[in-house]
Each structure stands twice: as structure tokens, then as C-alpha cells.
Nanobody, 114 residues
Framework: QVQLVESGGGLVQPGGSLRLSCAAS????????VGWYRQAPGKQRELVAI???????TYAESVKGRFTISRDNAKNTVYLQMNNVKPEDTAVYYC????????WGQGTQVTVSS
């Protein structure tokens, strides 16, 4: 059974930083697509960043230059480093993985507010 467990969400001030983590069991991130999505209240879930392999990443225009996705295959964990956060980054962030089918984490709340 595949499980993705996010952590690291919380309240952060505008301009601050936060690092989200997603630990996996039942799937090896070394052979899977990994990514992060988010969903703000009243809005559809949207792509934040995705990495089909260790050499390739794609970011939403709204987070380019501020967010960085990375993976540690030895720990089977994917990260989202969020810098210079803005109030519009407030959302539930979901870890995503794909290997033959889609897998989702339960989500972690990120709130950007002063």
C-alpha cells in the first residue's frame, strides 16, 4: 500500500520561508514522477512543481524563482523549499507521485499572513 505523508506546513509571514516534506512508503521515488500541487479555498487544485526525474523540473509561473522541488532518493522523500512566500501562496499543499497510477498525500496547510 502506497502512502505519502506531508509535513512542514504552518503559518509563515510574507517574505518568509518554509520547507515542506513528503515521505513515501510502498513506492520508490527514485523511479517515479514526484510533484507538489496546491488548492486554495474556492479554487481548483493547481500544479506548483513537478519532477519527472532527478534532472527535470517544471514550476508554475507564479512560484518560479521562489520555490524549489528536490528529492532525496535515499530517504524516499521529496521536498518543496518555499522562499519569499506571499499571501497568495496560502493553500493546502499536496504531495503527488505517479508510477503506473497517481498517488496523493493528505495535504498540509500553508498560511501566509502577518
Amino acid at each position: 500500500q502506497v502512502q505519502l505523508v506531508e509535513s512542514g506546513g504552518g503559518l509563515v509571514q510574507p517574505g518568509g520561508s518554509l520547507r515542506l516534506s513528503c515521505a513515501a512508503s510502498g513506492i520508490s521515488f527514485a523511479f517515479a514522477v514526484v510533484g507538489w500541487y496546491r488548492q486554495a479555498p474556492g479554487k481548483q487544485r493547481e500544479l506548483v512543481a513537478i519532477s519527472p526525474d532527478t534532472a527535470t523540473t517544471t514550476y508554475a509561473e507564479s512560484v518560479k524563482g521562489r520555490f524549489t522541488i528536490s528529492r532525496d532518493n535515499a530517504k524516499n522523500t521529496v521536498y518543496l523549499q518555499m522562499n519569499n512566500v506571499k499571501p497568495e501562496d496560502t493553500a493546502v499543499y499536496y504531495c503527488y507521485s505517479h508510477r503506473m497510477r497517481d498517488y496523493w498525500g493528505q495535504g498540509t496547510q500553508v498560511t501566509v499572513s502577518s
